[in-house]
């Protein structure tokens, strides 16, 4: 038996299995999780039914964060299927993509700063708010950061500020929903190589710099990741609420390594 055998999970934002979304539900079902997923709009519902086929999983419903009405629909299907469940994990997050290359103050727009806020930040709470009646005594919630929240990454622009409001947002739905018993947590995970990274300006070069950094001298995987959320969402992390946890082999604490001082 694994530490999540008969919780009910939801899973957001699997776009490929390269997702840190997949990997997640990989470590989730393999700890014994009966999952369900979403899927934002019918170009990608056969790939999301391929994915859930993986972990055994025929529960597979639309979601689409940018409409209140979407999110109410969505659980109100799931609660046909589970009229209660454990846990879901927030992997959504998206700005235009001329907010996301060069210079921050010449990109940056009113719409795209309201959408980057919006669906990355805004859509976690929006989906507590509409089930919450639905979770479970001790259930967890797990979003995805990123250490642009904290300090300043190139190109990352408006996505940072997004991710900052998505940190506060995490202390904020843990204080309200703890006296329910619900806890809430983010994974700050390192760069991993993924279809929304791909979007991000020299991308490459950035993966390079972690691994030279990075005390582990590698970066992170969807494993890696998948590993924590797992734990999270596990009745082991009982008593840890509102925390960032940094998944990225120790890279927010480096400044410099030794090979960079010869």
């Known amino acids: 038996m694994g530490f999540l055998t008969d919780k009910h999970i939801l899973i957001t934002g699997v776009a490929s299995n390269r997702s840190i979304a997949y ?26 039914k391929s994915f859930a086929a993986d972990f ?46 060069g210079d921050y103050v010449n990109a940056v727009t009113r719409k795209g700063f309201s959408i980057a806020h919006e669906i990355s930040s805004y859509s976690f709470v929006a989906m507590a708010k509409a089930c919450r009646k639905m979770l479970n005594p001790n259930a967890a919630l797990v979003t ?25 947002n995490t202390r904020y739905m843990a204080s309200a929903m703890g006296p329910q018993g619900v806890r809430v947590n983010a994974i700050s995970a390192g760069p991993i190589r993924t279809l929304a990274s791909s979007g991000i300006k020299n991308f490459k070069r950035m993966m390079s710099h972690c691994e030279a950094v990075t005390p582990i001298r590698r970066v992170v995987t969807i494993k890696d990741v998948g590993n924590t959320a ?15 946890v940094h998944v990225d082999g120790g890279f927010n604490i480096a400044a410099m390594n030794e090979l960079e001082l010869d």
């Open 23 to 48: 990997g997640i539900a990989q470590a989730m079902h393999r700890e014994g999780a009966d999952l369900a997923f979403t899927y934002q709009n019918n170009k990608l519902k056969s790939r999301v």
């Open 144 to 168: 995805l950061t990123y250490l642009g929240a904290e300090r300043a990454i190139p190109h990352y622009n408006v996505m940072g500020l997004a991710k900052a409001s998505l940190e506060a």
């Open 230 to 244: 797992a734990f999270l969402c596990s009745d082991l992390s009982a008593g840890i609420t509102g925390e960032v």
């Open 56 to 101: 055994n999983s025929s529960i597979v419903l639309p979601c689409d964060v940018a409409e209140d009405a979407s999110i109410t629909a969505l659980f109100i299907d799931l609660a046909k299927i589970w009229p209660t469940f454990d846990s879901f994990v927030h992997a959504i997050a998206f700005a235009p993509g001329d907010q996301l290359n």
